[in-house]
């Protein structure tokens, strides 16, 4: 959630959207916290997403909005979904902290047998 690039600000109602950059994605730290913050600006009600962390559900959760996680897909879908009931609010968040940094996989362990384009 706090390291997504964008998120899709929608109206159930009208299907109406706003599509926003998350200017926090590439914070050192404190991701989650911050882009839940600022969703919390927005009026939202409910955030629908893949992963949310320990931190940023917090703030979600203080902020009395209900968060949705393990969705995937089209929004327009997820959106008709969790309107027909069929996305259930989460209790809890689905990913431990800092999920999104990227540790351990990537870290540059490749056998740099790349042409490099010599």
Do not use: W
């Amino acid at each position: 959630f706090g390291r997504c690039q964008y998120f899709v600000i929608a109206d159930p109602d009208t299907m109406e959207f706003e599509a926003m950059e998350n200017s926090g994605a590439m914070a050192a730290g404190g991701a989650g916290i911050s882009t839940a913050q600022m969703i919390a600006t927005k009026g939202v009600e409910a955030v629908l997403t893949g992963n949310c962390g320990p931190n940023a559900f917090q703030t979600l959760s203080a902020a009395k909005i209900k968060v949705v996680t393990g969705v995937s897909g089209k929004v327009r879908e997820a959106i008709q979904d969790y309107k027909s009931g069929k996305l259930q609010k989460s209790s809890q968040p689905n990913v431990a902290g800092h999920f999104g940094l990227g540790h351990d996989a990537g870290t540059g362990g490749g056998t740099r047998r790349g042409t490099g384009g010599r």
